[in-house]
T-cell receptor, first 120, second 113 residues
Framework: GAVVSQHPSWVICKSGTSVKIECRSL??????MFWYRQFPKQSLMLMAT?????????EQGVEKDKFLINHASLTLSTLTVTSAHPEDSSFYIC????????????????FGNGTRLTVT | GENVEQHPSTLSVQEGDSAVIKCTYS??????FPWYKQELGKGPQLIID?????GEKKDQRIAVTLNKTAKHFSLHITETQPEDSAVYFC????????????FGTGTSLTVIP
């Protein structure tokens, strides 16, 4: 089945530094990837939709200059948390959808295992 | 936009009993409804999905039912086991164009041995 690999699984950084999270589709091409943020015991909050070769689409309230997204290839999207602060500490999860022969009709959303970011 | 509601938020069952989680959605255009299981510290994993042209789908101990008229769908887990303990999320999507998924708020299921 389709596998999404997310790296790193956890990271601790100092306030003011930047952190890059990678999301790779290992065995399929993902023209669209989604980045979510999840707070403890809460649902998934969509941050942005990453489109290969074009600018990401950010959800309302998400700062695009704070959370830089790059989707440079059909198998890789990156999320960079710039000038991180303690309030950015969270669980970040990426997901991707494989395009089936019929379009998206038969392809579910596959998630990475998430990245636990702690900003000290 | 789509709004997905999920109930209950927490559910405890004895091992061997059944568990049912229910979701409702608001957009009649949604046509794809997956269920995800999320274990602590991990990303959600797809466990079963159903499309709007089907009323029920079953995979071993897991089944999903869909009522398009009422706009609700449910996850049924039979013969529950301790390893079924996790957070379960329902979602709705209009799958034809790869649009985003709308997730429920999650149900924390605890199976008591």
């Amino acid at each position: 089945g389709a596998v999404v690999s997310q790296h790193p699984s956890w990271v601790i950084c100092k306030s003011g530094t930047s952190v890059k999270i990678e999301c790779r589709s290992l065995d399929f091409q993902a023209t669209t990837m989604f980045w979510y943020r999840q707070f403890p015991k809460q649902s998934l909050m969509l941050m942005a939709t990453s489109n290969e070769g074009s600018k990401a689409t950010y959800e309302q309230g998400v700062e695009k200059d704070k959370f830089l997204i790059n989707h440079a290839s059909l198998t890789l999207s990156t999320l960079t948390v710039t000038s991180a602060h303690p309030e950015d500490s969270s669980f970040y999860i990426c997901s991707a959808r494989a395009r089936a022969a019929q379009g998206f009709m038969n392809s579910p959303l596959h998630f990475g295992n998430g990245t636990r970011l702690t900003v000290t | 936009g789509e709004n997905v509601e999920q109930h209950p938020s927490t559910l405890s069952v004895q091992e061997g009993d059944s568990a049912v989680i229910k979701c409702t959605y608001s957009d009649s255009a949604s046509n794809y409804f997956p269920w995800y299981k999320q274990e602590l510290g991990k990303g959600p994993q797809l466990i079963i999905d159903i499309r709007s042209n089907v009323g029920e789908k079953k995979d071993q101990r897991i089944a999903v039912t869909l009522n398009k008229t009422a706009k609700h769908f449910s996850l049924h887990i039979t013969e529950t086991q301790p390893e079924d303990s996790a957070v379960y999320f329902c979602a709705a999507s209009f799958s034809n164009t790869g649009n985003q998924f709308y997730f429920g708020t999650g149900t924390s299921l605890t199976v008591i041995p």
